[in-house]
């Protein structure tokens, strides 16, 4: 059986999954704001457990109680609160008339823990504002089972899933034995994670309060010769915000196991002038830092024969080794852009010399190497000389090349494809020891003469995504992108129907003022950090979904 597969049934075998799930996402409770309490949780899992996920949908602060209003009032108002509740109210698929009777006392935090993924042990818990009321629900409606002088209860839907009221909190688990260990941590009788040093520096290192947390031991990952080994727990933390959503994880390898990764945890930082280097208003941008040094990595661990480097020469003219690696030492970038209009999309390659690199070199020869073939294969000249204030050179494809480009046939896409392709090309140009090579003239124009020191630092929602150090870094403007589709779209090909819902999709992102992004950074001493962030405008994306489920 797959190992991500035993480890989903040693937590959630005997529905489990189903009682967990409901209750985790705030079933039966989105109208209530109680106090923070999966601390709680965490308290009761013994110290050994593998894999740790807390919940706790209490708000973190007043700001946060006014965005799960705002949140609780849309689901309301959609009939989404109903189906959801009515939607989960089972247990292995079945309606269960028990967990209904539950789950007006359920609250908003909990946890699931893995203890052992062979002997299929594990327990959620589930925080309840009346203990009392559910300790007599299972009294009367479930079945007694003993483990060891423990009393839990199991349901005739539930097959062996068994559960127990604990303190404030209801546990589920697969086996009585999972049950068992909960109450000698309770009891102090084993140790609890909450006091888990290793445990305790996990959550510290991602900083602030959470409404989401995955802990994973380091013991979950197999042992390989040629994977570094981990050190410390894995951590990720999310949290709800006015605006959407946000994930920080933080992992951390030994250097000293890294073998041939090693080179990696060198790799420098983006450079903080990235941004004023390329032109304002881009849909997104994507940069990676020195991905010469994960070529590196990647051809010692891929064994490449003197005949696929030949090949490679052959194809493109250039050498891995001597062009290529030496070629990426520096910061790449690739950004997208919408055209003067704001519609369709162009493409911005930027390949920097910082670091020693130089990609001037690599990009003459493969120029080089394709016009000769393509002279000696048609007897045609495949590039065209340009003249770019701020470059040493340029070069884009001819006409005739450019033609076959743009013939997009149209067809029955609801896309204005002519709209899209009417001025592309191939065209890049070499300045200031950089590479630029972009879909569109007036693109690379711009990018070769930006030169202010602004460009796209200018604007706050990518200047504010790629802050800090990062070897990585990705940011795009929902709101740009959602317009720059709009004005591409040919409305008329779609029907009424499909109108209103891409004009409902699309408006879910206009307006939004934050960025979808994610950064990565890496240090010298294996430590890996990473967020992301999710733009949401939650009323819109709840309307939005309970009109597709009311249809």
């Given at each position: 059986m797959p190992r991500s597969r035993r480890?989903?049934?040693?937590?959630?075998?005997?529905?489990?999954?189903?009682?967990?799930?409901?209750?985790?996402?705030?079933?039966?409770?989105?109208?209530?704001?109680?106090?923070?309490?999966?601390?709680?949780?965490?308290?009761?899992?013994?110290?050994?457990?593998?894999?740790?996920?807390?919940?706790?949908?209490?708000?973190?602060?007043?700001?946060?109680?006014?965005?799960?209003?705002?949140?609780?009032?849309?689901?309301?108002?959609?009939?989404?609160?109903?189906?959801?509740?009515?939607?989960?109210?089972?247990?292995?698929?079945?309606?269960?008339?028990t967990a209904a009777k539950m789950a007006p006392y359920l609250r908003r935090s909990g946890a699931v823990a893995l203890f052992d993924e062979k002997q299929e042990e594990g327990v959620a818990l589930i925080g309840l504002s009346d203990p009392v009321a559910v300790q007599s629900i299972l009294q009367k409606e479930g079945k007694p089972q003993f483990w060891k002088g423990l009393r839990y209860w199991t349901l005739a839907e539930g097959g062996k899933a068994g559960l127990r009221v604990q303190g404030n909190w209801l546990v589920l688990a697969p086996n009585g034995s999972s049950l068992f260990r909960l109450?000698?941590?309770?009891?102090?009788?084993?140790?609890?994670?909450?006091?888990?040093?290793?445990?305790?520096?996990?959550?510290?290192?991602?900083?602030?309060?959470?409404?989401?947390?995955?802990?994973?031991?380091?013991?979950?990952?197999?042992?390989?010769?040629?994977?570094?080994?981990?050190?410390?727990?894995?951590?990720?933390?999310?949290?709800?915000?006015?605006?959407?959503?946000?994930?920080?994880?933080?992992?951390?390898?030994?250097?000293?196991?890294?073998?041939?990764?090693?080179?990696?945890?060198?790799?420098?930082?983006?450079?903080?002038?990235?941004?004023?280097?390329?032109?304002?208003?881009?849909?997104?941008?994507?940069?990676?830092?020195?991905?010469?040094?994960?070529?590196?990595?990647?051809?010692?661990?891929?064994?490449?024969?003197?005949?696929?480097?030949?090949?490679?020469?052959?194809?493109?003219?250039?050498?891995?080794?001597?062009?290529?690696?030496?070629?990426?030492?520096?910061?790449?970038?690739?950004?997208?852009?919408?055209?003067?209009?704001?519609?369709?999309?162009?493409?911005?390659?930027?390949?920097?010399?910082?670091?020693?690199?130089?990609?001037?070199?690599?990009?003459?020869?493969?120029?080089?190497?394709?016009?000769?073939?393509v002279e000696h294969q048609e007897g045609k000249t495949p590039f065209m000389a340009v003249n770019i204030e701020g470059a040493e050179e340029a070069w884009r494809i001819v006409p005739e090349f450019e033609k076959d480009m743009r013939n997009t046939g149209n067809g029955s896409t609801p896309f204005d494809l002519d709209l899209v392709m009417r001025e592309k090309t191939a065209i890049w140009a070499i300045a200031d020891g950089r590479v630029l090579a972009s879909t569109n003239e007036a693109l690379l124009r711009r990018a070769v003469a930006e030169r202010s020191g602004k460009g796209l630092a200018s604007e706050p929602l990518f200047a504010d995504a790629f802050a800090g150090s990062n070897q990585y870094a990705f940011a795009a403007d929902p709101s740009r992108i959602a317009g720059g589709i709009r004005k591409t779209l040919k409305m008329n090909k779609l029907s009424a129907e499909e109108r209103k819902t891409t004009d409902n999709v699309l408006g879910i992102f206009e307006g939004l003022k934050d960025p979808l992004a994610m950064k990565m950074g890496i240090q010298p001493d294996g430590t890996f950090t990473s967020e992301v962030i999710v733009p949401m405008d939650w009323s819109k994306m709840i309307r939005f979904f309970g009109e597709m489920a009311n249809k």
């Open positions: 480890i989903r049934r040693a937590i959630f075998s005997g529905g489990v999954l189903s009682l967990a799930a409901l209750s985790l996402a705030g079933f039966a409770g989105y109208r209530a704001i109680f106090g923070r309490t999966a601390e709680g949780a965490l308290a009761l899992i013994p110290s050994d457990a593998k894999a740790i996920f807390l919940v706790d949908l209490a708000p973190l602060d007043p700001g946060q109680a006014m965005v799960f209003r705002q949140i609780d009032g849309s689901l309301d108002e959609t009939g989404l609160t109903k189906m959801i509740n009515e939607g989960f109210m089972s247990i292995n698929g079945n309606h269960s008339a109450r000698r941590v309770e009891e102090g009788l084993e140790a609890s994670a909450a006091t888990n040093p290793e445990i305790q520096a996990a959550r510290t290192s991602l900083g602030g309060a959470s409404n989401l947390e995955v802990l994973v031991s380091p013991s979950m990952i197999p042992p390989s010769e040629k994977m570094p080994k981990p050190m410390g727990w894995f951590a990720c933390a999310g949290e709800v915000r006015d605006t959407g959503f946000a994930l920080r994880t933080r992992f951390r390898i030994d250097p000293a196991s890294a073998g041939e990764y090693a080179d990696l945890l060198k790799t420098s930082p983006l450079s903080s002038q990235l941004l004023a280097q390329l032109p304002s208003g881009a849909y997104g941008v994507l940069s990676m830092s020195q991905i010469g040094r994960s070529l590196e990595a990647g051809k010692k661990e891929i064994t490449l024969t003197d005949n696929d480097r030949r090949s490679m020469v052959e194809a493109v003219g250039i050498d891995l080794d001597q062009d290529l690696i030496p070629a990426l030492k520096g910061d790449s970038t690739l950004a997208a852009y919408p055209d003067a209009a704001g519609s369709g999309i162009d493409g911005l390659l930027v390949i920097d010399d910082s670091h020693g690199a130089n990609p001037g070199s690599a990009v003459k020869k493969f120029r080089e190497h394709i016009t000769e073939t």
